[in-house]
Every structure is written in C-alpha cells, then in structure tokens.
C-alpha cells in the first residue's frame, strides 16, 4: 500500500486531519477572503469557494470592478454563494476637508456595492495618520466621524459598517483604532443595526482583557476574521499574518469567546502573507479548511 | 565663506538647530542607553557621554559583564556620570517552575548590581509566550506573580523594579504586558519605592487613553525612554526603533504628559536601528541632542 502524506501549505508539515469534503456540515459558516489567494480573480476565487466547499466569499472592491457590479453579483448568485463581507471602506483620517468627503462619498458608493451583492456588512479600515500628522488624538476623532457621518446611508441600504480595529503595529499608517475596546467606544454611540465591529483575530489577540471586549461586542460583532500571529514576523508588515495554527493564537479561546457573545455569522479566513501567496491556491484552501475545523469550527 | 552642513544621522537631513556643548543646562536630564550605539564598550559609552555632555548613561548588563562589575562602578564614578538605569530583568513567563526560579535568582543578582551601580532602578522585559504555549492571560499572571516575588529584595537594595510594557509587535516573543494601563494594574498594589513602569514612546504612543494612564502613572514613572516609530518599518522588529523626529510620535505632547505625572529624573534616549548602528557613534550623540533639545527637553 502506497501512502502519500498530504502536507500544510506553506509550513509543509503534515495535515493533521483529512480535508473536509464539499458538502460537510463543519463548513456551513467558513468564507474566504479572496485577499487570502491573492491571485486568484473573482472568477477563480468563486471556482474555488464551490470547488473546495466553502458557501462563502468576502470579496474586494477592486477585483469586482474588474468584472463589473452586475456581472459580479450574477457571478456570485450563480454559484450559490454568499457573500460574508465587502473589503473595504474607511480610510477617514485626512487633515484635509475636500478629501474626506471624497472618502465620505466613495464610501457612501462601497454601502451601494455591498447592498447590491447582498454583503451584511462593510468592512471599514480606519486610516493612519496623514503624512507629518503627529495627532492621533485628532486623527481618532476624525476615524469616529467618518464612521457616524455614514450611518443614515448604512440604514438606507441595509448594509452594516464594521469597524476594523486594527493592531498597533499599523497605528501610524494605516489603522488608527487599535483595540476592540477603542472600536466599540466608537460604534455604542450609533445604532447597532448599522454600526458594528470585526473581530479579527490578528489584530486584537494580544489586547488586554480582550474577552471582555469580545463580551461587551455582544450584538454588534459584524464580522469574525482568523489568522494568524508568525514569529519571526515576516519583513514587510502588511504581508505579516499565518495560516491559523502556525503561531502563537489561541483560535479555541477566541472563538468561544466570539461564539458566547452570539455571533452566528460567516467566520472569514484572511490572510496577507507571501508565502501563502505563492502556494498553490487550491492547497492553501485545502490546508484551511482543514485547519478551520480543527481550531475554529468546534467552539463556534 | 564656506558654510558646511551639519547633517543628522541616519536621515541625512540638515541638522535643524546648533549642537549643544557640553555644561549646556538643557542637557541636565538626558541619558544614553548604550545600546543606542551598539559597538561601543562601556568604556567607549562612558567616554561619549563625557564628550557630548551627557551625564547619565543607561547600562546593559552584558558590557557591563565584560569588564567586570567592580571596574565598571568604579568607570562610571570616575567619569562622575549618574547611571539612570539598568537593563535588563524580567522574563518571567516560562511555564517550568525551575526556569522560573532560576530567572527570579538571576533578577536577585541584576538588582545587586543596579544597587552597585547606583542605578534607581531595574528595567524589567516581561517575557514573551514560551514555545508552543498560547495561554496569553496565563503568561500574563506569571510576569505579575515574578514581579510580586521581587519586591522585598527590591526593598532591601532600594532599587526600583521598573515594568515595561512593550508594543504589542512584541507581546508572542517578548513581552506580554503590553499597555501602559496593564503595567500599572501590576505595580498598582505593590509598594511605589519597590515597583515603578517604564513609559517608552515607542511602546506606549499609540496607546488609547496614553494620556489618562501618564497621568495615572504619577509616583510610578520609574524611567522616561524616549525613541521613534517609523515607516515604513525596518524588516527586523528588534530593529525597528528611530530617531526622535524622524517619524509619528508627538514627542512635545508625551513629554509634557510625563512631566506633568511629576517625573524628575534622566531622560534616556534608547534605539534600536541598523541604520543607527552603522552610523558613526558621535554623529549619533550629536543627532540625539539635538533632536532631544528640540522635542523633549523644552516640554520637560
């Protein structure tokens, strides 16, 4: 008897369990983040969802003005997938009135984008501090007003903004709200229907007293993102994040967590990193399946 | 007349302001920590200082090792510096009870030799996740319960035990005491003459509420470090620190905070950079005057 040993993409350790199947019940609430086989266009990244069973997507802006809105909303629909989340809005922070509201009306486009590929919700990345910036405080303030500004079209289209919190490693370029707690600061305010907050597992694992947050986030978790924290950390920090079970989070803590406050979402795996870029897109879906359903999918 | 440029390192920019001459007043509080210019013994450390008018010096127990803990007091004496602190203690986070024992008798030995070194007080690294364990709350309880099992030697040495809480970047391989606010609910029930934190800007800037938790810091800043975040950032983590001025932190705005928590002591300049390393170590004392004469000492 021959046995080939399937392997992990990209640590190249052996699978640990075998891959659920298309169909598997395990997989009724696992989505990709198209970001995680960043080669792969909308096209290849729906084959993939319906090839490797996953009844999910959250799709980036870009890739669907590629294909164009209507054609990419026939695209999905066709496949019988859902879409768990659109990527991305935000990026509130500029010192400069005329261009938040340019931010403000692009957003305002990415809610119709999203109602129209039937998204619950808008994932919103804050924005750093604008070149020689040196007020976060400021810069925070302007994060808060951008999200609430948005509020009334939220309603309107029935699409929710999800507050990104984001680690701190990205404060200055990038996310200038760095915890959960700052997040739900944030949204409590505005009502819960069109404002709420991800949960990514990058980006929050490391907070102080996160599961009180993940508590408190309770009816406004919009979003649950995993992946992983690598060490070493990878040399550019925006490609900086791991397949889950290859670092230092613990995914059955968190996601009991996520679970216990209520959330009964889509939980997307997405992952920047080069390494898994450069794998073979259809081993890096087989590897996550397999690792969802060992570290996340029995404590959901 | 031939007008020759005086450039800082390592952005190679104009120098903005003239350098300070040693006796200058403003220099009073400032401090190099001698791993801001990595190849220079503690002799070389010792002898910069005096030549660029510093007088204090931040000392790592390795150099310090090297010439031996008696010549190195008598060094430091004979330069008539003040050394204002010692680094470093703390990792306190292996899961193996003898580990730990053997870590709390080596941070014994580190608060000895502060007190030799007439240093106020022992910077302490928590300790990062060890190997392949992902309970972070746990880890957590260690870096508190090391800290307690200090104090009464602290006490008998009259040596401060000085917590530094580290960017978040750091909290799976270093330090797990990641916010200012976390360090403080360690040292908040411990006596203040025994237990102080380290405010760093590199670790805290980006800190929500930093400016409630200085202020909550009072009578607990046991050490004011100052050094950079920039970006893009360096490929190596360790390595990421920067010069005061060259990127996102308001030096003017933490400084005034720090001073206004009541800190009196040295104020001690601390990078960690290749680019920094390889430049010349004068060119980097006269950089770091100037900028701190620019950014701290006027908020002090």
Chains 1, 2 share one sequence.
Not at 223 to 233: K, R
Not at 270 to 298: C, H, K, M, Q, S
């Amino acid at each position: 008897m021959t046995v080939t040993a399937t392997l992990d993409v990209p640590s190249g350790a052996p699978a640990r369990l075998a891959t659920p199947a298309p169909g598997d019940p395990r997989l009724s609430r696992l989505s990709l983040n198209q970001k995680t086989v960043d080669s792969w266009s909308l096209s290849d990244a729906i084959a993939g969802c319906v090839a490797h069973g996953l009844p999910a997507l959250g799709v980036w802006r870009e890739p669907v003005a590629r294909v164009g809105l209507t054609d990419a909303v026939r695209m999905v629909r066709d496949a019988g997938l859902r879409v768990s989340s659109v990527c991305r809005g935000g990026f509130f922070t500029s010192a400069d009135p005329e261009t938040r509201r340019e931010r403000h009306d692009d957003n305002r486009r990415a809610l119709d984008e999203a109602a129209e590929l039937g998204a619950p919700c808008l994932v919103l990345v804050p924005g750093g501090l604008p070149g020689d910036d040196r007020d976060l405080p400021a810069a925070r303030s302007r994060a808060a007003a951008g999200v609430e500004a948005l509020v009334p079209h939220a309603l309107d289209v029935g699409v929710r903004l999800a507050i990104e919190p984001m680690h701190p490693i990205f404060a200055a370029d990038r996310g200038v709200v760095s915890t959960l707690r700052q997040a739900l600061d944030i949204a409590e305010p505005l009502p819960a229907e069109a404002v709420g907050v991800v949960v990514d597992t990058f980006h929050v694992w490391w907070e102080p007293e996160v599961e009180e947050q993940i508590a408190r986030a309770a009816g406004r978790i919009a979003s649950y993102q995993v992946c992983e924290w690598i060490t070493p950390l990878p040399p550019d920090a925006l490609l900086s994040r791991g397949m889950m079970g290859d670092g230092h989070i613990d995914f059955p803590h968190l996601t009991s967590c996520v679970s216990a406050a209520g959330y009964r979402g889509d939980v997307e795996v997405e992952i920047f990193n080069a390494d898994v870029w450069a794998a073979d897109g259809d081993a890096v879906l087989d590897t996550l399946t397999r690792r969802y359903v060992e570290l996340v999918e029995p404590h959901l």
